[in-house]
């Protein structure tokens, strides 16, 4: 920097005093020498004389101070530990050196819809199912031929192809689609044939029981389906076919529930429990002997209505016993009856 006051200046260097003057001080009414008023003058001198000789310019200053300011910012910017810091004096030897995702990639992880469970997800889950219905795969649970399925002890809910005719199951059934559910303390099997026939069957059992219900079967709309047998008609019946051509013919048939029914109309046998009409084979016969009421033509007798009787025996014989209308044994006698076989 620069100095505008001119140094005092003072070259008699004088005599210094002694150190016990020194440490005392002047005291009133002294009178100290003059070489010691000279010494300190001459020290002062020296002293001013030395400071403004030594000092730095205006310029010197700040050109220090700048590079003074360029050594604080390159030490700041530094990214080379200019300080030499270790792990272990920061901690770092305490944490496990593990890689740490990036910021994008820590953004993508959360928005990834597909890698993360909604409240409402886990809600749908959360109710739905408890037990499987099925294997991993779709397919139904199995059990082979070379196994004995006892069918009182497949009690988990699911679908099952039993492939064996087994234990407790449903009549004359080997191969089997079985469906087990389960609802409050009640359990159900539903047995379905699963490539030969038609039938299907059921049963429950109570959680806190060990007894099924009799299988029962189940009639499909098929099943109301029947087949018509035309029958024998024995030496002196006739099929009855009147003029107008309309079809009478006599016939049997059997649905799902075993009830037979007997259709059609005949003429010119003789009547009698011995001269039979025909005869139903067996599966068709009743549990016991039935008799019914029939129609028979009223020619001969104008305005009258006429009937006969005929009866069923367990033995399948179909006799018509006795007609109100004897004067025209050619006109018709009809059948149309029906009863049950168990």
């Not at 003059?34 to 300190?40: E, R, S, T, V």
């Not at 005949?266 to 009698?272: A, D, E, T």
Request: some cysteine.
């Amino acid at each position: 920097m620069a100095f505008t006051k001119e140094l005092p200046q003072w070259d008699n260097a004088g005599q210094k005093p002694p150190q016990s003057k020194i440490s005392e001080g002047f005291k009133p009414m002294d009178h100290p020498p003059a070489d010691w008023f000279n010494w300190y003058m001459n020290r002062t001198y020296e002293a001013l004389n030395e400071l403004q000789s030594e000092a730095a310019t205006t310029t010197e200053v700040t050109a220090g101070l700048k590079v003074l300011s360029n050594d604080i910012t390159a030490h700041s910017n530094a990214k080379n530990n200019p300080h030499a810091v270790t792990k272990s004096q920061v901690g770092l030897g305490d944490v496990d050196n593990i890689k740490q995702a990036s910021k994008v990639d820590f953004d993508n992880h959360v928005n990834d819809q597909d890698l993360h469970i909604s409240s409402a997800d886990k809600e749908k889950w959360n109710r739905a199912q408890l037990a499987k219905l099925t294997l991993d795969n779709g397919r139904v649970f199995y059990r082979g031929s070379a196994e004995v399925t006892d069918y009182n002890t497949v009690t988990q809910t699911g679908m099952y192809l039993i492939y064996n005719a087994g234990l407790n199951g449903p009549p004359s059934f080997n191969l089997v689609f079985l469906l087990v559910m389960s609802y409050g303390n009640t359990l159900a099997q539903i047995a379905y044939e699963s490539s030969k026939g038609k039938q299907a069957y059921f049963r429950f059992r109570k959680s806190d029981s060990e007894t099924w219900t009799t299988w029962e079967r189940q009639l499909t709309a098929s099943d109301l389906d029947v087949v018509w047998n035309i029958p024998t008609l024995q030496p002196g019946w006739k099929q009855y076919a009147p003029a107008d051509g309309s079809i009478h013919t006599v016939r049997f048939s059997k649905d799902a529930s075993g009830v037979v029914e007997i259709k059609g109309a005949v003429y010119g046998g003789v009547l009698g429990l011995d001269t039979p009409v025909f005869t139903l084979p067996v599966g068709y016969r009743p549990m016991q002997s039935e008799y019914f009421p029939g129609i028979a033509s009223s020619v001969g007798t104008p305005g009258v209505p006429q009937t006969h009787r005929t009866f069923i025996g367990t033995d399948g014989r179909v006799c018509i016993q006795s007609s109100s209308n004897t004067s025209n044994p050619v006109e018709f006698l009809s059948f149309g009856f029906r009863f049950r076989t168990r």
